[in-house]
């Protein structure tokens, strides 16, 4: 039986749907403030306050995020097996643990331990939240929309929570650092709350095995170059936060602060710019446009940046701002372009699962990322702003004919 035809999904303008996404969305928005101050404090806290080293610390987060690579497709294809909802709350629940038990680490072992524990879910939570969002809304394009609301709250948490975590850097206390840590794991205990409150799916008649699941998304050939090359135009995130900082430090006259100047712009853009740019998304072909523009910008920017070599004044300032522009725009596109395109190709009975191996494919170029800017950038310069333009390039242009085959290759029952 097809579970597509089993499940019980409603459009966005019916009020219990509405609800629970309202609910969904603060939920999330509260768990990313917890999440943006652990990701402030966790490396001083670990290396400062623990005592472990930071090569150790490195090592652990690289083996938590292997984990997290080979667990996500599996998750996501549990959530179609079972009720999105019940995994995502068991996931924010064994999150809230892993989080509580910072406070216990005291080596190598209890850290490792707690690290996988937490890290290792997060790719997997994602594509089982967007699993949830499937479930609750059945046209992609109001999909798509929803996705886009709930990274907006994102962001907004986030940001609130790096302040919060930069006044206990300020503060530089043991005690400071314990009520981050207890007062993020009560954010993703309210997630967990939240997240059972919102309507479960009910799938009438027999499921397939979670192990088939898996097979079909990772066997589908067609999606998984879809889904490589999108994941390309995610280095646009390491472009911020690695390129940039390195190269205004080490090859500009430009003072250094400009790079947080334009993070500000850039968050401020993706919380007015997200949900609008869904409607360059609507369909797979929208969304392939999208994307290749996105390809286009992200490679402009490059370019624009590698002009400034040696730049300093008015003139580089306002280059390294028109950079930025392009840089928020080619991010926006390709954000909602990857939703489209990742929820439009995939097999509606293996949604989880699809999900999972887009979430896999971001992570690993994440993973890659910092290292590709610091050899790249760090190490070439000019040359280097060149390379990440021509991947960027690369990505764009091999996507219409990789979504023209997928296309064609669809499954009957999506």
Do not use: K
């Not at 530089?172 to 009560?186: E, F, H, L, Q, S």
């Not at 900082?245 to 003072?255: A, F, G």
């Amino acid at each position: 039986m097809d579970v597509s035809a089993a499940v019980v999904g409603t459009g966005p303008a019916t009020g219990t749907t509405a609800g629970a996404l309202r609910r969904l969305l603060w939920g999330r928005g509260v768990s990313a403030l917890g999440d943006g101050m652990w990701f402030t404090i966790w490396a001083l806290y670990l290396t400062g306050i623990v005592g472990i080293s930071a090569g150790t610390v490195g090592i652990g987060m690289a083996v938590a995020a292997a984990f997290g690579l080979a667990a996500a497709v599996p998750l996501g294809a549990l959530a179609d097996r079972h009720d999105p909802r019940r995994v995502l709350v068991v996931i924010a629940v064994v999150r809230t643990a892993a989080m509580a038990g910072y406070l216990l680490v005291d080596g190598v072992w209890s850290f490792l331990v707690v690290t996988v524990a937490f890290v290792a879910l997060a790719n997997g939570g994602s594509a089982v939240r967007t699993a949830l969002v499937a479930a609750l809304v059945r046209d992609n394009r109001a999909r798509v929309r929803e996705l886009a609301r709930q990274r907006v709250a994102q962001h907004v948490g986030y940001a609130a929570g790096a302040g919060l975590g930069a006044a206990v850097l300020a503060v530089d206390r043991p005690v400071g650092y314990t009520v981050a840590i207890a007062a993020n794991a009560v954010t993703f205990a309210v997630f967990a709350v939240v997240t059972a409150t919102v309507p479960g799916r009910r799938v009438h008649g027999p499921t397939r095995p979670v192990r088939a699941n898996v097979r079909a998304a990772v066997g589908d050939l067609p999606y998984v170059g879809v889904t490589a090359a999108v994941a390309l135009l995610s280095l646009c995130w390491a472009m911020l936060s690695t390129g940039l900082p390195l190269w205004i430090s080490q090859s500009t006259r430009l003072p250094l602060v400009l790079s947080g100047i334009v993070v500000v712009i850039s968050s401020v853009g993706i919380a007015a710019g997200q949900v609008p740019a869904t409607r360059l998304a609507r369909t797979p072909a929208a969304a392939t446009r999208t994307a290749v523009c996105s390809g286009v910008a992200l490679a402009v920017s490059c370019l624009l940046l590698a002009s400034t070599s040696g730049g300093a004044g008015p003139v580089a300032v306002t280059v390294v701002v028109v950079a930025a522009l392009a840089h928020l725009a080619g991010e926006l596109g390709y954000v909602a372009s990857s939703w489209a395109l990742s929820l439009g190709l995939a097999r509606e009975q293996a949604l989880g699962a699809y999900q999972g191996l887009a979430e896999a494919a971001t992570a690993t170029v994440q993973i890659f990322g910092p290292a590709l800017f610091t050899l790249a950038v760090g190490g070439h310069g000019t040359v280097g702003w060149l390379v990440v333009a021509a991947i960027f390039l690369l990505a764009a242009s091999l996507l219409p004919t990789l979504v023209r085959r997928a296309l064609r290759n669809r499954p009957a029952d999506v």
